[in-house]
């Protein structure tokens, strides 16, 4: 870069900092891979994608199913088709991207934190982000609160790269990853302040500027970096770059690797492929403490559909008739979608009358939904008004984004005061709520007024349409629909609109007119668009439906030519015959009424909100709120699609065919709108830039061809999410470095809450002008005690700061996730915008000795032609045949080892409590396998997420096999597994180990040859061949 535009660049400080392996805005291909840095966001996917496939693969074996390895390199669609989770593409994609949106975040928000990156020689404090994160995704997951789990894996997954990128661990010669980084109480390895570690660089050289005694007496060091001071302690290593002032300072230079350019660029393979090991062993002990099914579960897979079923009812007197048509209609849903593509991934329901909400209710199982709904009565709330709002914002916190909800009620909502709230949740999760409402709806006037805080006598009478237009804009709003129906038809209803929770299903159109008007829309259907479906609401007089062969169908046809019609209450049906082409259809009615266009397609696009950043650090943020009005709006788009469709991988490292032609932001209320700007980036994405955002409501609206490798393609239209809006207000938490101001303890978000403990959220809200004052609401989803101001000056630059504090109660369940929505409207006028926050409440781990496995018998019964049978079909010698194993498992700090799982292996698996010893109380197991099932991995997990791993086999020979327990002392360098021949990691014998960590690990740490010649710490030798033959293969 010339001198200028250095300065340009420093001048940028605010947007600064130091970055390890760079950022990356895409998937590069994998050509680009070969020739240049390897990034956070590349290293991450990798990671992500090799973890899932030896997931699957274990699962498959647990089950007695047979798995294919997919082809090198790994995408995303490859990946999901071979764990045959077709369902789960577009969740799976948005998993790796927000785990990768938080990874990149941290260079944005903790620039100035030196120990997120592992600079200054911070390595205890960096290493406790990591182990204090790691023991807050094991309490989410716990829970199921997969979305915390994810926010938190991405942030620590980039200081753990970090790790390798600043510090000398390569030049050291390590060869293996620092799994004492995963670790508390445990040695990283030597660390002396007090040395001079570095000599200065000969001129632009500085391969050599590590001194050579550092290096022979292996001590452990890292670079600092001074964005806006030149000083650093005498003799110590710089980072190095030109963002780093200390660059300059004796002694010279740097260390970093952040690329092939950098100051140490000749190492950053090395320390791109031991950052990509790291991760991938991160991921395994969340695997072991999570199980195969919970950890797919957090990364976006399911067995069936990634869809959740979300019911939130009014439980009051008046609903029993509702209840009973939902337990009526509901047992046949899940019924009829167990075992399909379409069985929901989660099942969710929230009950709320006056006063009472909640809870939150949350299982995997359709047995335990179905047991709650047979014990769901209805009974209380004599006054009219109910909780709502509260219960669907619980309902909207709890689910997974991108759902959606079916709220029943007969009465309005009391607490409007959450209106705003429910507003922000539904546009930050794109999650789309219905509403059924049922009715007549008798209450007495006296009790209306009450909602507007005035009491008089009056009549009774029946909702007034004012009433119930809350739920009809909320409706709307969220891309859903406000079915008005008698009770007597809720379960037609019901039956009709729950399709909607179908997976695969996309938007094709979606149109609200209030007042209503007589309008012709069209909508283009493509050729992967089955079950096309019309849903109407309101009083429409009259529709004409036109095929693109020119077939035409009103109300009033004798004959359903092109569509069967149904109709309940407000509520019209129509099942189109699909035909590929542009499709018309004429709505006349001078009421308010919606329109939604949908259909079962495996092409759809994802999308958020990005602002560009600039510095070290360039490329962008997904914006989290309301887009800025008047200025420029960007939007990032992936193009996806299920395996069964040859549109473009999502992820890919390889260039796809496919592309977008077109993306309109449209007006909620017409056909205007602004055209974006599109360029292709690569693996299916795309920016679309526009110079402004429409005024008042609107939509996204994409059109495109997908197909593809030679074969034909498809025009595509998709309507995306639901309604958004542009905001001159601006608000964001003022975190650690986040707005350019160095850290302080006053102005700090921490990463979660403990039980008891209190949250300090400091945040800036900004707009255009001066003057007046910004009004704050602040509330969250558990009721915890919080105190924000209600009201802020604005200064004048147009900005206010404020603190607002969040205290959980003594007690709550480690592993709860608290959302807290901020939101801001400017002074004067009805503009707002908001910020949706969740924090997981974590206790404080003190326990990390992992669970210690010793086997104490093996038998087999094996022939020896069973080395040569590895499915039962090809030796029925061996399906007859059976080997064991026994093993004790102890935990001396837990009372009992709460789970235990297979992860390889399709046996029997029994255990029971046995006689204490002198490490803590025993746990009894065994194991018995037919010998067409060879090895065992077998997981103990205790209370606080610890993992120990027992393996076992029987040698392909036909008997048992178990190594002698590791009891030495483990090095800082990892394990060093026997080198697998690859392309045939099934064929490995994996011995038994007893994992323990009383010993310190880490004294010293060695250099490659050192720690080869040293016994290894326990370590899954499979998942080592399965990694190192994955990378063979795609070399």
């Given at each position: 870069?010339?001198?200028?535009?250095?300065?340009k660049?420093?001048?940028?400080?605010?947007l600064?900092?130091?970055?390890a392996?760079?950022?990356?805005?895409?998937?590069?291909?994998?050509?680009e891979?070969?020739?240049?840095?390897?990034t956070?966001?590349?290293?991450?996917?990798?990671?992500?994608?090799?973890a899932?496939?030896?997931?699957?693969?274990s699962?498959?074996?647990?089950?007695?199913?047979?798995?294919s390895?997919?082809?090198?390199?790994?995408?995303?669609?490859?990946?999901?088709?071979?764990?045959?989770a077709?369902?789960?593409?577009k969740?799976?994609?948005?998993?790796?991207?927000?785990?990768q949106t938080?990874?990149k975040?941290?260079?944005?928000?903790h620039?100035?934190?030196?120990e997120?990156?592992?600079?200054?020689?911070k390595f205890?404090?960096?290493?406790g982000?990591?182990?204090d994160g790691?023991?807050?995704?094991?309490?989410?997951?716990r829970?199921?609160?997969?979305?915390?789990?994810?926010e938190?894996?991405?942030?620590i997954t980039?200081?753990?790269?970090?790790?390798?990128s600043?510090?000398?661990?390569?030049?050291?010669?390590n060869?293996?990853?620092n799994?004492?980084?995963m670790?508390a109480?445990?040695?990283?390895g030597?660390?002396?302040l007090?040395?001079?570690?570095?000599?200065k660089?000969?001129?632009?050289?500085?391969?050599?500027?590590?001194?050579?005694?550092?290096?022979?007496?292996?001590i452990?060091?890292?670079?600092?970096?001074?964005?806006?001071?030149?000083?650093?302690?005498a003799?110590?290593?710089?980072?190095?770059g030109?963002?780093?002032?200390?660059?300059n300072t004796?002694?010279?230079?740097g260390?970093?690797?952040?690329?092939?350019t950098?100051v140490?660029?000749h190492?950053h393979?090395?320390a791109a492929?031991?950052?990509?090991?790291?991760?991938?062993?991160?991921?395994?002990d969340?695997?072991g403490?999570?199980?195969?099914?919970?950890?797919?579960?957090?990364?976006?897979?399911?067995k069936?559909?990634?869809?959740?079923?979300c019911?939130?009812?009014?439980?009051?007197g008046?609903?029993g008739?509702?209840?009973?048509?939902v337990?009526?209609?509901?047992?046949?849903?899940?019924?009829?979608?167990?075992?399909?593509?379409?069985e929901?991934?989660l099942?969710?329901?929230?009950?709320?009358?006056?006063p009472?909400?909640?809870?939150l209710?949350?299982t995997?199982?359709?047995?335990?939904?179905?047991?709650?709904l047979?014990?769901?009565?209805a009974?209380?709330?004599g006054?009219?008004?109910?909780?709502?709002?509260?219960?669907?914002?619980l309902?909207?916190?709890?689910a997974?984004?991108?759902?959606?909800?079916?709220?029943?009620?007969?009465?309005?909502?009391?607490?409007?005061?959450?209106?705003d709230?429910?507003l922000?949740?539904m546009?930050?999760?794109?999650?789309?709520v219905?509403?059924?409402?049922?009715?007549?709806?008798?209450?007495?006037?006296?009790?209306?007024?009450?909602?507007?805080?005035?009491?008089?006598?009056?009549?009774?009478?029946?909702m007034?349409s004012?009433e119930?237009?809350l739920?009809?804009?909320?409706?709307?709003?969220?891309?859903?629909?406000?079915?008005h129906?008698?009770?007597?038809?809720?379960?037609e209803?019901?039956?009709?609109?729950?399709?909607?929770?179908?997976?695969?299903?996309?938007?094709?159109?979606?149109?609200?007119?209030?007042?209503g008007?007589d309008?012709?829309?069209?909508?283009?259907?493509d050729?992967?668009?089955?079950?096309?479906t019309?849903y109407?609401?309101g009083?429409?007089?009259?529709?004409?439906?036109?095929?693109?062969?020119?077939?035409s169908?009103?109300?009033d046809?004798?004959?359903?030519?092109?569509?069967t019609?149904t109709?309940?209450?407000n509520?019209r049906?129509l099942?189109?015959?699909p035909?590929?082409g542009?499709?018309?259809?004429?709505?006349?009615?001078?009421?308010?009424?919606?329109?939604?266009?949908?259909?079962?397609?495996?092409?759809?696009?994802?999308?958020?909100?990005?602002q560009?950043?600039?510095?070290?650090?360039?490329?962008?943020?997904?914006?989290?709120?309301?887009?800025?009005?008047?200025?420029?709006l960007?939007?990032?788009?992936?193009?996806?699609?299920?395996p069964?469709?040859l549109?473009?991988?999502?992820?890919?490292?390889?260039?796809?065919?496919g592309?977008?032609?077109?993306?309109?932001?449209?007006?909620?209320?017409?056909?205007g709108?602004v055209?974006?700007?599109?360029?292709a980036?690569g693996g299916g994405?795309?920016?679309?830039r526009?110079?402004?955002?429409p005024?008042?409501?609107?939509?996204?609206?994409?059109?495109?061809?997908?197909?593809g490798?030679?074969?034909?393609?498809?025009?595509f239209?998709?309507?995306?999410g639901?309604?958004?809006?542009?905001?001159?207000?601006?608000?964001?938490?003022?975190?650690?470095?986040?707005?350019?101001?160095p850290?302080s303890?006053?102005?700090?978000?921490?990463?979660?809450?403990?039980?008891?403990?209190?949250?300090?959220?400091?945040?800036?809200?900004?707009?255009?002008?001066?003057?007046?004052h910004?009004t704050?609401?602040?509330s969250?989803?558990r009721?915890?005690?919080?105190?924000?101001?209600s009201?802020l000056?604005r200064?004048?630059?147009?900005?206010?700061?404020?603190?607002?504090?969040?205290?959980a109660?003594?007690?709550t369940?480690?592993?709860?996730?608290?959302?807290?929505?901020?939101?801001?409207?400017?002074?004067?006028?009805?503009d707002?915008?908001h910020l949706?926050?969740?924090f997981?409440?974590?206790?404080?781990?003190?326990?990390?000795?992992?669970?210690?496995?010793?086997?104490?018998?093996?038998?087999?019964?094996?022939?020896?032609?069973c080395?040569?049978?590895?499915?039962?079909?090809?030796c029925?010698?061996?399906?007859?045949?059976?080997?064991?194993?026994?093993?004790?498992?102890?935990d001396?700090?837990?009372l009992?080892?709460?789970?235990?799982?297979l992860?390889r292996?399709n046996?029997?698996?029994?255990?029971?409590?046995?006689?204490?010893?002198?490490?803590g109380?025993v746990t009894l197991?065994?194991y018995?396998?037919?010998?067409?099932?060879?090895?065992?991995?077998?997981?103990?997990?205790?209370e606080?997420?610890?993992v120990?791993?027992c393996?076992?086999?029987?040698?392909?020979?036909?008997?048992?096999?178990a190594?002698?327990p590791?009891?030495?002392?483990?090095t800082?360098?990892g394990?060093?597994?026997?080198t697998?021949?690859?392309?045939t990691?099934a064929?490995l014998?994996?011995?038994?180990?007893?994992s323990?960590?009383t010993t310190?690990?880490?004294?010293?740490?060695?250099?490659?040859?050192?720690?080869?010649a040293r016994?290894?710490r326990?370590?899954?030798?499979?998942?080592?061949?399965m990694?190192?033959?994955?990378?063979?293969?795609?070399?």
């Open positions: 870069m010339r001198s200028i535009e250095c300065w660049a420093l001048a940028l400080v605010f600064t900092g130091a970055v392996f760079r950022i990356t805005e895409y998937p590069r291909t994998h050509q891979i070969t020739q240049t840095p390897r956070h966001q590349e290293i991450t996917q990798t990671a992500v994608l090799d899932v496939v030896r997931t699957c693969r699962l498959a074996e647990v089950e007695g199913r047979a798995f390895l997919p082809p090198s390199p790994l995408t995303v669609a490859r990946v999901i088709g071979a764990c045959d077709a369902a789960s593409t969740s799976f994609l948005k998993a790796i991207r927000e785990i938080t990874n975040r941290v260079d944005i928000r620039k100035f934190d030196a997120f990156h592992f600079d200054g020689e205890e404090a960096g290493r982000l990591i182990t790691l023991d807050a995704i094991k309490a989410s997951n829970r199921g609160n997969f979305v915390s789990a994810r938190k894996l991405g942030e980039h200081s753990l790269q970090d790790f390798y600043h510090s000398n661990w390569v030049e050291l010669g060869v293996k990853p799994q004492n980084l670790t109480a445990t040695q990283i030597n660390i002396d007090n040395r001079h570690t570095c000599q660089c000969v001129g632009k050289d500085c391969t050599n500027n590590i001194r050579e005694d550092i290096i022979q007496d292996q452990l060091t890292s670079g600092y970096f001074g964005l806006l001071s030149s000083s650093k302690p003799g110590k290593c710089s980072h190095g030109v963002f780093d002032q200390t660059r004796e002694p010279t230079g260390i970093n690797k952040d690329g092939p950098a140490h660029g190492a393979h090395a492929r031991l950052a990509t090991a790291a991760t991938i062993e991160l991921l395994d969340l695997r403490a999570a199980g195969n099914t919970d950890f797919l579960r957090m990364l976006g897979i399911s069936g559909s990634s869809r959740a079923l019911f939130v009812i009014d439980s009051t008046s609903m008739d509702d209840i009973a048509a337990k009526s209609v509901t047992a046949a849903l899940v019924d009829g979608r167990v075992g399909t593509p379409d929901p991934s099942y969710l329901l929230v009950l709320f009358s006056d009472d909400f909640g809870p209710m949350t995997t199982d359709p047995n335990v939904f179905r047991a709650w047979s014990n769901l009565t009974a209380g709330g006054d009219y008004p109910e909780l709502a709002l509260s219960g669907l914002q309902a909207l916190t709890g997974p984004s991108g759902s959606e909800v079916f709220l029943f009620t007969d009465g309005i909502a009391k607490d409007l005061h959450l209106t709230t429910v922000a949740l546009e930050r999760t794109k999650t789309v219905n509403f059924m409402l049922t009715g007549p709806f008798q209450f007495s006037f006296r009790r209306r007024q009450e909602v507007s805080g005035q009491s008089q006598a009056g009549p009774t009478g029946q007034s004012a119930a237009q739920f009809t804009d909320l409706a709307h709003a969220s891309g859903g629909q406000a079915i129906v008698k009770k007597s038809q809720l379960s209803a019901m039956a009709l609109v729950t399709e909607t929770s179908a997976a695969s299903l996309v938007t094709l159109l979606q149109a609200v007119r209030s007042p008007r309008e012709t829309f069209s909508f283009s259907v050729e992967s668009v089955g079950n096309l019309a109407i609401t009083r429409v007089l009259n529709f004409t439906l036109t095929s693109p062969s020119g077939v169908q009103t109300m046809s004798p004959y359903s030519s092109l569509a019609e109709v309940v209450g509520f049906t099942r189109m015959i035909s590929v542009v499709w018309e259809i004429m709505l006349l009615s001078a009421d308010s009424y919606s329109l939604k266009i949908v259909g079962r397609s495996g092409i759809d696009v994802l999308f958020d909100f990005v560009f950043f600039q510095g070290a650090s360039e490329g962008f943020d997904v914006v989290e709120n309301r887009p800025a009005a008047g200025g420029s960007t939007l990032l788009l992936t193009l996806t699609s299920d069964g469709w549109t473009p991988d999502p992820g890919s490292l390889t260039p796809d065919p592309w977008l032609s077109s993306v309109r932001l449209v007006e909620a209320a017409g056909w709108g055209n974006g700007t599109l360029e980036l994405d795309f920016l679309a526009f110079d402004s955002a005024s008042g409501g609107f939509v996204v609206l994409v059109t495109g061809r997908a197909g490798t030679g074969g034909p393609t498809t025009a239209q998709r309507q995306l639901g309604r958004f809006r542009a905001s001159g207000v601006a608000i964001t938490v003022r975190g650690r470095g986040y707005d350019g101001a850290p303890p006053q102005t700090s978000v921490g990463g979660g809450l403990e039980p008891g403990g209190t949250l300090s959220v400091p945040f800036r809200v900004e707009s255009s002008g001066a003057g007046g910004f704050i609401q602040a969250n989803d009721g915890f005690a919080s105190a924000f101001p009201l000056p200064d004048g630059t147009g900005s206010a700061r404020g603190t607002g504090t969040l205290r109660p003594p007690g369940p480690s592993g709860t996730t608290v959302t807290l929505t901020l939101r801001a409207r400017a002074p004067g006028g009805n707002t915008n949706v926050l969740r997981p409440v974590v206790t404080k781990v003190t326990d990390h000795s992992r669970p210690v496995c010793q086997v104490t018998s093996l038998r087999a019964d094996c022939p020896s032609q080395s040569q049978c590895y499915q039962c079909s090809q029925s010698q061996c399906s007859q045949s059976t080997w064991e194993m026994t093993a004790n498992l102890t001396g700090d837990s009992g080892l709460p789970l235990l799982s992860q292996g046996g029997t698996l029994t255990s029971s409590r046995g006689p204490g010893g002198p490490g109380a197991v065994s018995t396998a037919s010998c067409c099932s060879p090895h065992l991995e077998l997981v103990a997990t205790d606080v997420g610890n120990g791993t393996f076992s086999s029987r040698r392909t020979d036909g008997t048992p096999t190594g002698t590791t009891q030495g002392t483990p800082a360098g394990p060093t597994p026997e697998p021949t690859p392309g990691p064929l014998t994996p011995t038994a180990w007893t323990s960590d310190t690990a880490g004294a010293t740490a060695t250099s490659g040859a050192a720690a080869a016994r290894p326990p370590y899954h030798l499979w998942q080592a061949a990694m190192v033959w994955m990378t063979l293969a795609q070399r």
